[in-house]
């Protein structure tokens, strides 16, 4: 297995300031899992409840992606500017902020009366669970700092990453009401802060200077145009409208990387883009997000929609896609004397390449066992990302920015989903005939998983 080199990890500089206390590391690593689980059972629950939810709040089919592309913005939005905040002026601070808000924000979802209201509360959401995504694994490297600790310690992160993906739909699904789980979600979300509270201790690597607000907002500002252009393209891609947004964007990205490149304090070090290792992270998070997130965010829908299946049973379905690929998360780091983070990378996208092309015909076919094989298989590939990726975004940073590391990393994870589902749900209803248009979006969906291995495969480092 490819090592981190000696300026990742050994030359790093102290991840601790010396007025930090010493980390507690089981409590750290259960609270930051649980933490991370609410977080992605919030972020999926939309998925078996988004025709109940669309119903309810009047949601016509053109706006429907803006209800499960919310959490997924502020995500991308905020986790880079989070893993600098939380590198800078303290994780456990950063981490406790998220999951209250995300509590918060949660609990007033389960109250919103129309579409802009559901979408604001979840793109409110998805800011606070970039807090709490983006510090959370900088808070496990500073309580794990020896290799193997780390090793062991990212995998069952990467675990509960797909736990909550598993539980999300799974809890939605069995309550009456898609908005009596929202009301749970928070009080988890608030339980885990209160607790926190109590047993995390503070960590930081301060850099001096001031947080890199004038990034934060181009930043932000650029991937809600870009994620508006995707969504508003599905009614045609040659629209003014949609033409402005792109354009805008372009000029969004070209604006923050001029400020990145003049500012003391960076959100990201743009010389890190020089480094095969954060190419094949950064990559490794786009490509999920567009070919594996994509699909399996809108499929449960459209399963509904097309075979008549009731929300719980969708769930249960799912559930053997998403359990499988938590327990084998749980099982990464076993691999890792034997396959480098990128290698199982590579293995898990062409493992969800031939998942998706076994459900091709099964929508037409009105068939749910068609699917079967297909989940089981495109859980095991799922299982593989997530447990590798952890691992790979702090072995491509030096040790001291293990926060901006996972914050990057996740933005192009959630970049990528935004893009993914509004990919999906554009190519889905598009085509006059739902059965027809997810065999499509399935195909593509294949194609960008082969793309993402090629990816990662490319960026080895020369031996």
Do not use: K
Not at 8 to 19: E, I, V
Not at 212 to 232: E, K, P, R, Y
């Amino acid at each position: 297995m490819a090592r981190p080199d000696s300026a990742t990890t050994s030359a790093a500089a102290p991840a601790t300031t010396p007025g930090d206390a010493p980390a507690r590391p089981r409590a750290t690593l259960a609270l930051t899992s649980a933490a991370t689980a609410v977080t992605l059972m919030t972020y999926t629950a939309p998925m078996v409840t988004l025709p109940d939810t669309a119903s309810d709040l009047g949601t016509p089919l053109s706006a429907q992606a803006w209800l499960l592309n919310g959490t997924p913005l502020g995500l991308a939005a905020l986790l880079l500017v989070a893993g600098s905040l939380a590198d800078d002026h303290g994780r456990r601070r950063i981490f406790l902020a998220g999951t209250l808000g995300l509590g918060l924000t949660t609990a007033l979802g389960a109250f919103t009366t129309s579409t802009w209201q559901f979408t604001l509360a979840r793109v409110a959401q998805g800011a606070a669970g970039a807090a709490l995504l983006a510090s959370a694994l900088g808070l496990i490297v500073h309580a794990f700092p020896s290799p193997r600790g780390r090793l062991h310690a990212t995998g069952v992160w990467g675990a509960f990453v797909s736990g909550g993906i598993a539980v999300g739909p799974l809890l939605a699904g069995a309550l009456p009401n898609w908005r009596l789980g929202y009301g749970l979600l928070g009080a988890a979300a608030l339980v885990v802060a209160a607790l926190g509270s109590r047993t995390l201790t503070e960590s930081r690597a301060p850099r001096g200077g001031r947080p890199d607000v004038l990034g934060a907002l181009t930043f932000g500002v650029a991937l809600a145009a870009l994620v508006a252009a995707l969504t508003l393209g599905r009614d045609g891609w040659l629209r003014a409208p949609v033409g402005l947004l792109l354009a805008l964007a372009v000029l969004l990205v070209a604006a923050f990387v001029a400020v990145e490149r003049r500012t003391a304090t960076p959100m990201i070090d743009l010389g890190l883009l020089r480094r095969r290792r954060f190419l094949a992270s950064s990559a490794g998070g786009l490509f999920t997000g567009l070919a594996v997130i994509g699909v399996f965010s809108y499929l449960p829908a459209l399963i509904q929609q097309t075979l008549g299946l009731a929300p719980l049973t969708t769930a249960w379905l799912f559930l053997l896609w998403a359990g499988l690929s938590f327990a084998v998360a749980l099982q990464v780091r076993h691999l890792a004397g034997r396959l480098a983070p990128r290698t199982q990378l590579a293995l898990g996208f062409a493992l969800h390449t031939v998942a998706v092309l076994t459900m091709l015909g099964a929508v037409g076919a009105g068939s749910w066992p068609r699917l079967l094989p297909g989940l089981i298989i495109g859980g095991i590939g799922s299982g593989l990302l997530n447990g590798a990726l952890p691992l790979l975004a702090v072995e491509s940073v030096p040790r001291e920015r293990a926060a901006m590391g996972s914050g990057a990393q996740q933005t192009f994870r959630y970049i990528g989903s935004c893009a993914g589902v509004a990919l999906t749900i554009a190519l889905a209803t598009s085509a006059g005939d739902l059965a027809r248009g997810t065999d499509i979006a399935l195909l593509v969906s294949a194609g960008l998983a082969v793309a993402g291995a090629a990816s990662v495969l490319a960026l080895r480092e020369s031996a």
